[in-house]
């Protein structure tokens, strides 16, 4: 039998965050950070066991991650008083289903006060970046064809210029660069990546332009990273991106510089703090 569509203020909508608190026991958190476990490494080793360890899916309107490397997993830190959401997991549009599930955990952290957020992913390069570079998402182009995210009016929503700017001059960090939103799992087209490459796309992404819109969307400063695991068009150095030294992404592991990212990211957080 098939479901009724969810109704505002049931267990499908969270929009002041409640469910975080009945999850984690921790009233406030402060920073999100969304990526997949591989790349946590650093971090998990550094950081230790969580204070509290629950299902992303017990969210409500949060499904469970389908794809191979991505985890049911939500994990709440305290890190020096601030609190911090890890989440181990997402889901991607080329799952099909639609904006409001994919967008859900971030709409539900945005509701429940959080200040910042940091999104990790992995992007096919378009003609801008090599496979291994790190680049922080200085602007995207969104070409899923839908809304991002549910919203009763139109609002203005950017990645956060200071968040981002920190990021991109962290080492193994290639600058910044422009993502493309596609539906996918087709990755582009020979064809596809010259005309995106025209249009100033260095990457091309599933996720995390929607959710990094609808946590901006509801006051979040915002920033984001994508490991390019793929070209499919040729390499050229994209506008936004800086010269590095021969090998210096080689040198500094992607699990690294995450975790230097999100120290980056809490150090800010705890200097507007103080």
Do not use: K, N
């Not at 200071?162 to 290639?174: E, F, M, N, Q």
Request: net charge negative; proline share 7%.
């Amino acid at each position: 039998m098939a479901l009724s569509p969810a109704v505002p203020e049931t267990w499908d909508e969270d929009p002041a965050g409640v469910s975080i608190l009945l999850a984690t026991g921790r009233p406030r958190h402060d920073l999100l950070v969304v990526c997949e476990p591989q790349l946590l490494a650093e971090l998990d080793a550094a950081w230790g066991a969580p204070q509290a360890r629950v299902r992303l899916s017990f969210l409500p309107g949060v499904l469970e991650p389908r794809s191979a490397d991505q985890e049911d997993a939500l994990l709440s830190y305290d890190r020096g008083g601030l609190g911090v959401l890890v989440a181990r997991g997402r889901t991607c549009l080329y799952e099909g289903h639609p904006a409001r599930s994919t967008t859900a955990l971030a709409r539900i952290v945005a509701g429940s006060g959080a200040r910042a957020a940091l999104l990790v992913t992995r992007a096919s390069s378009v003609g801008g970046a090599a496979p291994g570079d790190l680049l922080a998402v200085g602007d995207h182009v969104s070409l899923s064809g839908t809304p991002l995210f549910p919203s009763e009016r139109l609002i203005q929503a950017t990645w956060d210029e200071d968040l981002t700017t920190r990021v991109s001059r962290l080492p193994g960090v290639r600058g910044t660069g422009v993502v493309a939103l596609g539906a996918g799992p087709l990755r582009p087209t020979p064809a596809e990546a010259r005309i995106l490459a025209g249009m100033g796309v260095d990457a091309v992404v599933t996720d995390t332009v929607a959710e990094g819109m609808a946590l901006a969307g509801g006051g979040v400063a915002t920033a984001a990273l994508v490991l390019v695991d793929e070209a499919v068009g040729p390499v050229s150095q994209p506008s936004g991106r800086r010269a590095a030294p021969a090998g210096s992404t080689a040198q500094q592991p992607a699990s690294v510089v995450v975790h230097e990212a999100v120290e980056a990211v809490l150090a800010r957080l705890a200097r507007r703090e103080a």
